[in-house]
């Protein structure tokens, strides 16, 4: 007969751990997009081994979705159509679940899952119109699905994220210029016309952008949501450390003008060791890319002559 203590071990559940985009879950409790991942037709836009599987599969994302949102309220049309329809302030974390799918999908999914994806999208950005304020005063028209804020969207995106993962990440398969070149298709997906495809047109772009920055009052009030979200769970512990490596790691352009100090405290190495601790306790591979590789490799094994 098994001992008390051997039963009570077997009654005591794994300990599963949760944040955003990453998860110890059996696959049953994941989310059925998620699950969708390994079922397709073909490897999708990028792959294992491409710049943008190393990037956007890896943990330093939690800091790159910070860094982006913050570099983001920089464009006043941008930032109009978040503060006049977006409610992140009501569902902070719909919308981080919303951006987190929509990153996954594109990047794990097949090409039909990843079209989909940016196509709900502009769907949903067709409704965002408005009007805002130019750093010269005049009173400009704003469309989600206009070139210029498409482009401003995707190259926040890039910079956020390949800047996060040469601080915190591991070496880039082609280095930066080819996760740029790569990640340039999910804009076309989105509508972008000719998007960068080098680090040096990247940031030539965004520095023409930042010459119409204009910081008002509703960038400081979505610059205050961002840096206490409310978020609830491991997660929100978590989050400060995150804000604060986000901030640190920022163009030190960019902090002025959001009115951003650099922490005192050593906000790099301390989200050094919560993505450490983090790739320790999930892994290194996610739950969508694992499912993506599953999908792959049932392609492979069904392939003529495999």
Known sequence: MASSTTESRRATPRARVRVRGRSTQPDDELPAWTRALAEGDDAGFFGPGSAVWAVNGALPTLVAGIRALLLQTLHPGAMAGVHDHSRYREDPLGR???????????????????????????????????????????????????QDLLRWVHDAFTEAFIGAHQVWGRPIPGGPDAYVREWAQAGRLMGVEEPPTTVADLHAELDAFIGGARVDERVTEA??????????????????????????????????????????????????????????VLGRISPSERHARQRIALLEAAAPGA
């Not at 769907?123 to 005063?137: I, N, Q």
């Not at 205050?224 to 978020?231: A, K, T």
């Not at 009115?259 to 993505?275: D, Q, S, Y």
């Open 96 to 146: 981080l679940d919303g951006t987190i799918r929509w990153v996954a999908t594109t990047t794990f999914g097949d090409r039909r899952q990843a079209t989909e994806a940016c196509a709900f999208v502009t769907r949903l950005h067709g409704r965002v119109r408005g009007t805002y304020t130019d750093v010269a005063g005049e009173t400009r028209p704003y469309a989600a699905n206009d």
């Open 223 to 280: 610059v205050r949501f961002i840096r206490r979200p409310g978020l609830p769970g491991l997660t929100g512990w978590l989050y400060p450390i995150l804000f604060g490596g986000a901030v640190a790691s920022l163009d030190p352009r960019y902090r002025r003008l959001l009115g951003l100090r650099r922490p005192w405290w050593p906000a790099i190495t301390l989200t050094r060791l919560v993505l450490a601790t983090g790739e320790r």
